[in-house]
């Protein structure tokens, strides 16, 4: 017999935990969100927008002409004003930042991280760069990854030894 999800009692979960949809709807809760127009005005104005979508995305869907890259795991240490690895656009917490990301979920989340730290005017675009391009403003791409510029180990005999 194969054991299927319906088979298995849910794990009770730890007391004090939450869901991630519990998480996700806290973090939306303290942002005022944009659409993507909305966001393009902002960006248009000084608005800081930051993609913080992996390389693999970026690569498969495009980019926004202009926008900051900053990979989500270094979000937080890249715009704490406080922090020796901060990016010379984290000048202090009144800079509107806004988070973009694949389809609008971990933007949220990141944005949240971001009031966190103090910056009380970060903020995430709904629907992600999908409704960013739905909406027909500017972007750039797909592109292709970048390939290694070192031989194949099948090319150089590596293969053969």
């Known amino acids: 017999m194969q054991v299927t999800a319906e088979h298995c009692?849910?794990?009770?979960?730890?007391?004090g935990s939450?869901?991630?949809?519990?998480?996700?709807?806290?973090?939306?809760?303290?942002?005022?969100?944009?659409?993507?127009?909305?966001?393009?005005?902002?960006?248009r104005a000084g608005a800081l927008l930051v993609d913080i979508?992996?390389?693999?995305?970026?690569?498969?869907?495009?980019?926004?002409?202009?926008?900051?890259?900053?990979?989500?795991?270094?979000?937080?240490?890249?715009?704490?004003?406080r922090c020796p690895a901060r990016l010379p656009e984290a000048v202090d917490y009144d800079v509107p930042v806004m988070i973009l990301c694949q389809e609008g979920y971990t933007s949220s989340l990141a944005a949240a991280a971001l009031q966190d730290v103090g910056l009380h005017r970060a903020t995430d675009v709904v629907g992600g760069f999908a409704a960013w391009r739905i909406a027909g403003l500017p972007a750039l791409g797909p592109t292709p990854l970048h390939t290694s510029a070192l031989a194949s180990p099948v090319n150089t005999g590596w293969a053969r030894r």
Do not use: C, K, M
């Not at 498969?60 to 890249?78: K, Q």
């Open 18 to 43: 939450r869901g991630i949809d519990e998480i996700l709807a806290a973090a939306r809760a303290r942002l005022d969100r944009l659409d993507p127009e909305q966001a393009h005005l902002a960006y």
């Open 53 to 81: 979508r992996p390389a693999a995305q970026r690569a498969a869907h495009g980019v926004v002409p202009g926008s900051l890259t900053v990979e989500r795991n270094v979000l937080e240490w890249r715009f704490d004003p």
């Open 9 to 15: 009692p849910a794990p009770v979960p730890p007391a």
